[in-house]
């Protein structure tokens, strides 16, 4: 059986930040992992591009066994306390699940006390403190890189979509870490060494 990789998607969420993570995933990975969408308590949300997506789950209906808990930004991470979201994300990290988030989901971490102990990274680390005020005390653990993985959390800035990409797809470990490079490569500067994976045929990575 595959195993599931939750997308966790608020109304205007950006798209663009989902996009190659959710396709290397399949790409690269297919045989071994599937992506599932998970909205608040709706099925149906839009994108900052208007793009309409009808998810799998809700947050009452996020199955036990999942891989990773994916946050991808948008405009509306500031909009509420969501303490449903917050009670997901201390679940996901108990049981030692990857985290990633990026944009303003990776400063949401912040506001939550997820970033107070791990190295990590975010759009502003300036806005980032006037967000989150005291519940962000990790000032010493921010790193200026666009996208950063520690103890299995992943975070990112906005412009980081396909870095971001990659640090959860090395997360993930059982793919070759120079099938993952050779990827990034590919999407970072059009340069490609090997037979592009489809996710009809993708890499076998169980050999």
């Known amino acids: 059986m595959k195993k599931e990789i939750l997308f966790l998607l608020l109304d205007k969420w950006s798209d663009w930040e989902a996009a190659y993570l959710s396709v290397g995933i399949q790409m690269l990975a297919g045989e071994s ?4 969408t998970v909205a608040i308590d709706k099925k149906e949300v839009i994108s900052i591009g208007g793009f309409k997506t009808v998810c799998d789950y809700n947050l009452s209906t996020i199955p036990e066994e999942y891989e990773a808990l994916i946050l991808i930004g948008g405009l509306s991470w500031r909009k509420d306390s969501y303490d449903e979201i917050k009670k997901i994300i201390n679940q996901s990290l108990e049981k030692k699940k990857i985290v990633g988030a990026i944009c303003d989901a990776a400063g949401f971490l912040g506001t939550i006390g997820v970033l107070n102990n791990i190295k990590h990274t975010c759009n502003d680390l300036h806005d980032l403190k006037s967000w989150a005020g ?5 000032e010493d653990k921010f790193i200026p890189k666009m996208a950063v993985s520690d103890n299995g959390v992943i975070t990112a800035n906005g412009t980081a979509s396909l870095e971001f990409a990659k640090e959860v ?3 993930l470990k059982n793919i070759p870490n120079e099938t993952i490079e050779k990827w ?3 999407h970072k500067l059009g340069c490609y060494t090997v037979p592009w994976p489809t996710i009809e045929n993708p890499i076998d990575i169980s050999k």
């Open 169 to 171: 797809l090395l997360s």
């Open 134 to 138: 005291d519940k962000y005390l990790g």
């Open 184 to 186: 990034y490569q590919f």
């Open 33 to 36: 992992y599937c992506v599932k």
